[in-house]
Every structure is written in C-alpha cells, then in structure tokens.
C-alpha cells in the first residue's frame, strides 16, 4: 500500500466547515498534532509509532486529523483488522459456542475496522483541543468510518463490522441521540478502575485502609513471593529477553477466551525505544530466570495498566498475578498518581485490591443491511457469559 495514502474530505455543518484527513503514515501527520493530541498519551505520535513500527500482523492503522478552516483541533485514530489471519482466537473455551462463534467471525466478520484503539480499555479514540459538540463529533465518527470503509472497497476488500468503541456512559448517551442512534449499542466486561485515596502516601497507608479479611489475603500472597525478585527492565534488558517476554505473553493471551489479535515479538522493546521513560516492563525472577513480567504506561496522572505474562508453573504457587496487581498498586501509590486503569478481564481478583467496575459502551454495526438486522439478536448470544462477585476490601 503507498504509505503516502491519504484521504480528505470535507463535512459542512451549520455553523462551520470541518475536513479530514486520514493518513495511513506517521511521517505525513500535521507538525502540531502532538499539541492538539497532549491531552491523551495514547494519540501522540511516540504511541502512535509504536503500532506503526510494531503493531499485530493482522492489523492497519489510520491516523485521523480534524480541521476546523485550517487550523487542526482533533485528532482520532482507527484500526483495521483481519480476523482470517489469526490461527485462533483463544484457546481457553472449548466448547460448542465457541466454536460458532468462531465459525461466525471467520465468515461474516472477519474484516473488521475500529474507530478507537482496540489495544487499550478506555476511551483513547480521539481527542479535541476545543470544545465540540457530540452532534458534530458523531458526524465526523460516521463520516471516518464511511471514507475508509470505502478505501478498503477500491481494493476489494468489503469491510463487515464497523465497531466505535469505549465510551464512558453519558458521552454513549449523548451519541445515541444522533448518529450512533441507530447502531446497536453494546457493553461487554467493564473497566476496572481503582481511584487512588489522596491520604495514601505509601503502600503502608494502603494496607492500613483494608479490612482485615483482605489484609491477611495481602500478607499470604506477599509471602508467596519468597524467592522472588522484581526489577525494572531497560530497553537493553528489553531486547535480551525479548523470546522469553514473548513467550510469557503468549501463553496468557492464547489462554483469554477471545482474542482479534495478538503482540509482535518486538512490540514491549518497540515501546520503550519510542516512549522511553513513559512504558515501564517490571520482570519477575526466580533463580535468575524470568518467570513473569507486567507492564506500565505513565499518562500524566493515570498510570494506565498493559500486557502482561507469567509461566504457569509458578503462577499459582506464587500467587504471581494477584502480587503483580500488588506492585502495580503501590507504585501507583508511591508515584502520587490519581487513578489506575486495571482494564478488562479478571474482574473479581481486580475488585479484591480495590478497583472498582466502570461501565464501557461501544456502537457496532454490520455493513449487510440484512445481517445488521439481526445484529442486536446474535451479538448478546456470542459473548463469553460472564458470572463474577464483587469485592470490598477497605475498613
């Protein structure tokens, strides 16, 4: 594809004009993208370079800039991906739904293109430097959608689901009203959140504040951790066990129930080469040998969670995943930062050290109008059923 590509078009509105541009190459993007995208670590072109330079093989970025006359005031992103070159989707659930579901994907949805960042849990799809409207916002969404849906077509490739994700409640409300009304609006697992107490100074306060019941469940897994050293890995350090590190991961990722992609090897020393101080991989040791490893990206006062890894034989003896949580917690803590975005998955263990479930509400639809039809039908039926009990663990 000539990475020179880009596409332009312009939007009217009642009161003003906006255009946009999508690029398909970093090097393209507008000199003051970075000052408009400041607010969100995860629009900057550091980020963005890092899925240029090392994003899944089944997946395209597309880098969006919204102008105003001239003048660029947001920038979004979107990605597309190719659900026929994953060998699996997961290999946790072997069971009768799973395999349609499969089936499904692979044949009605497997061209797929997202307008948000299908990596992250959050609402890191697109970020504006002056106030806009979500009348205009839905448009320009629709509008993103619709051009490279119909740059995908020239090349004959029929895009079959697009999906407009993360949304926290009242901006979903506020979208529904207008462009995104007509699409099935959907909520899968939530965001785990932990907002950090401005009292706790040290991990010591954290403790202090949990129950009793939670407080010994801190102390036996902290014990599980004899033998155990953690330690900050350097892009040095990065690269010298980056077979390992990928090893780790995959063994997580190919266990999830689903998945739409999966980490390049290089991708965590990709990472650190571009973000540097900003993307943090702590490595777990036992007897020198890496056993497991969880990675940190810094976003101004959110400490943002990532990917992770672990060798099975010591997960459960060592209690790894729940102490992993630990660490991240009291460097959360012990670096002031004002929230922590555990993301999906692991709902319970994550509510058992404090972070609390935020509801995120996504849009999708079906480019067959026969099968959008159905799409509110099916689409509940295919997601993984869910049964978890939150916990409370402060005093």
């Known amino acids: 594809m000539d990475q020179s590509l880009y596409i332009c078009k312009a939007i009217f509105f009642t009161l003003d004009i906006h255009s946009i541009k999508i690029f398909n190459a970093i090097s393209n ?71 349609i579901r499969n089936f499904i994907f692979k044949k009605f949805a497997s061209n797929v293109l997202f307008l948000g960042n299908n990596m992250m849990t959050g609402q890191n799809g697109y970020t504006f430097n002056v106030t806009i409207d979500f009348k205009s916002l839905s448009e320009i969404l629709m509008e993103c ?28 409300d506020e979208l529904s009203k207008f462009e995104f009304g007509s699409m099935y609006k959907f909520n899968t697992q939530p965001n785990m959140i932990f907002e950090l107490h401005e009292s706790w100074k040290t991990n010591q306060d954290y403790i202090a504040a949990l129950s009793k019941k939670y407080r010994d469940q801190y102390k036996r897994a902290h014990k599980k951790t004899e033998g155990i050293t953690t330690r900050e890995l350097s892009l040095e350090e990065l690269v010298l066990n980056e077979s390992r590190i990928n090893e780790l991961y995959q063994h997580v990722a190919k266990n999830a129930p689903f998945n739409t992609f999966f980490l390049a090897e290089n991708h965590f020393s990709t990472f650190k080469k571009q973000c540097g101080s900003n993307f943090i991989l702590f490595g777990y ?28 034989l010591i997960q459960k003896e060592k209690m790894l995943y729940l102490n992993m949580l630990y660490y991240m917690t009291k460097f959360g803590i012990e670096n002031q930062f004002k929230k922590i975005i555990f993301g999906r998955t692991a709902l319970e263990i994550k509510s058992s050290i404090g972070a609390e479930p935020v509801l995120m509400t996504g849009f999708i639809y079906h480019t067959n109008k026969w099968i959008n039809k159905i799409v509110p039908k099916i689409f509940p039926k295919l997601e993984p059923t869910l049964i978890w009990q939150q916990r409370h663990p402060f005093k």
């Open 29 to 99: 993007l507008p000199h003051e993208w970075d000052e408009v995208a400041h607010e969100n670590a995860f629009l900057q072109t550091s980020y963005l370079k890092v899925l240029e330079n090392s994003s899944p093989a089944n997946m395209q970025c597309f880098y969006i800039g919204i102008f105003e006359k001239k003048t660029l005031i947001g920038v979004a992103l979107a990605q597309y991906l190719d659900l026929n070159k994953l060998a699996s989707f997961g290999d946790r659930d072997k069971c009768l739904k799973t395999y």
């Open 145 to 172: 959608a619709n051009e490279i849906t119909k740059h995908f077509k020239k090349q004959n490739i029929t895009i079959h689901i697009v999906s407009f994700k993360d949304f926290y409640q009242d901006c979903a």
């Open 285 to 312: 040791f036992l007897n020198e040998k890496l056993m497991g490893f969880h990675t940190l990206l810094l976003n101004g006062n959110v400490l943002e969670t990532y990917f992770l890894g672990y060798d099975e």
